[in-house]
């Protein structure tokens, strides 16, 4: 039971971080945008309050299963923009290893999620 409140709190408070840093950090977001992403700008703006969102009904015992797939569901509407940011870091040569573990982690992202449902 203690193990389970733990997972919760990590995973509410990495993802409530995650979708502070789309408001305090826009440019970081915004360079690893996909070009085909339309409105850009607000595109990072709502998957920031999302994030924030899904974050704190991950802490809500009776909304947990529901933010858990709005979690799911988030991670695999981003990950074009990790396998951009990939792409765009092997183009550079700069940070390849890092974007490179990122885009296996998303799916143990996805699993962790997985166990809140």
Do not use: D
């Amino acid at each position: 039971m203690i193990l389970e409140w733990i997972s919760v709190i990590l995973m509410a408070s990495f993802y409530i971080f995650a979708g502070y840093s789309h408001f305090r950090n826009p440019k970081f977001f915004l360079k690893i945008t996909p070009k085909w992403v339309p409105a850009p700008e607000q595109v990072n703006v709502i998957v920031g309050v999302v994030e924030i969102v899904l974050g704190l009904l991950i802490l809500i015992p009776q909304t947990r299963p529901l933010a858990a797939w709005g979690v799911i569901a988030l991670l695999i509407a981003v990950f074009p923009a990790n396998v951009y940011h990939f792409q765009k870091s092997l183009k550079k040569g700069k940070f390849v290893w890092p974007t490179l573990i990122r885009l296996p982690i998303q799916f143990l992202l996805i699993y962790w999620a997985y166990t809140m449902t």
